[in-house]
């Protein structure tokens, strides 16, 4: 017999000017630390607080740390009750290597928004399927946010992540 299991859906809180916002590199280490520095720096003009991950500027070859440092990193932001919300320098490769090492009681017990695409499907996914909790595919800090973003993409995605207003359709322009 085919068993149902329904899970409840987690809906993160919205985040509002001054909110802290939590900077992590889950994958690959970026090109060069100033995209971090040049995406905090956008996140600090539209209002919010930036906390950059312990190890968000380590590099390991090709990846922004060892897999423990940057599973460390995603903890340690959940587990922080000043973090509104979680957003990821780049993609890359590396992310589906710490979905063993992701505590998914913490994330449920904190959820919060968590931002990224590409690689970070992998930790969006496994999130979502361990715990309920909805995530954004979105900017991320060091590729849109270090070089501006394009005007459709930034106001909707900051109207979904700072409103609790259903959008309704989006028109693509």
């Known amino acids: 017999s085919f068993v149902r299991h329904i899970m409840k859906l987690l809906k993160p809180k919205a985040i509002r000017q001054g909110d802290v916002i939590g900077v992590i590199a889950p994958a690959s280490a970026p090109a060069s630390q100033e995209k971090i520095d040049k995406g905090a720096e956008y996140l600090e003009r539209l209002g919010y607080r930036v906390k950059l991950g312990k190890n968000v500027r380590a590099v390991r070859g090709y990846l922004a740390g060892t897999d423990h440092q940057r599973a460390a990193d995603i903890n340690e932001m959940f587990g922080d ?47 979502f399927t361990k715990t309920g909790l909805i995530s954004f595919s979105g900017p991320m800090v060091g590729v849109e946010m270090f070089k501006g973003i394009d005007p459709f993409t930034e106001e909707n995605f900051w109207k979904v992540v700072s409103s609790t207003k259903k959008l309704g359709v989006i028109n693509n322009p």
């Open 81 to 127: 009750k000043r973090v509104k919300a979680i957003m990821s320098v780049r993609g890359g490769y590396g992310a589906p290597r710490l979905l063993p090492l992701i505590d998914y009681g913490l994330v449920k017990r904190n959820p919060k928004i968590f931002v990224g695409y590409s690689d970070l499907t992998a930790l969006q996914l496994a999130i």
